[in-house]
Nanobody, 120 residues
Framework: QVQLVESGGGLVQPGGSLRLSCAAS????????MGWYRQAPGKQRELVAT???????NWADSAKGRFTISRDNGKNTVYLQMNSLKPEDTAVYYC??????????????WGQGTQVTVSS
């Protein structure tokens, strides 16, 4: 059983910053990939950024230059630092993790989501 605990969402003014955290736990071999997706009202869920255990990062163009993703492998936690936030960043942000179990099978898990609202 894998658990993902997200935190850090909220209401922020345009130009402000927020930091999201997602802590993963469970009896697994490894958390191969960790990252964030988001879903705005009426839109499909989209990639924000992901990071592998070896620190390879995949970015969405909309997040490059404003957001930073990092992970603490010792704590199995991924962070998303969001700066210069815009109203169009308003969405539910979901943590995503690729888990490798003890049989070396890979499964994807989603967090419950945390709301980020950028508004004056």
């Amino acid at each position: 059983q894998v658990q993902l605990v997200e935190s850090g969402g909220g209401l922020v003014q345009p130009g402000g910053s927020l930091r999201l955290s997602c802590a993963a736990s469970g009896s697994v071999y490894s958390f191969r990939l960790m990252g964030w997706y988001r879903q705005a009202p009426g839109k499909q869920r989209e990639l924000v950024a992901t990071i592998t255990s070896g620190s390879t990062i995949n970015w969405a163009d909309s997040a490059k230059g404003r957001f930073t993703i990092s992970r603490d492998n010792g704590k199995n936690t991924v962070y998303l630092q969001m700066n210069s936030l815009k109203p169009e960043d308003t969405a539910v942000y979901y943590c995503y993790v690729d888990v490798v179990n003890r049989l070396r099978t890979v499964y994807g898990y989603w967090g419950q989501g945390t709301q980020v609202t950028v508004s004056s």
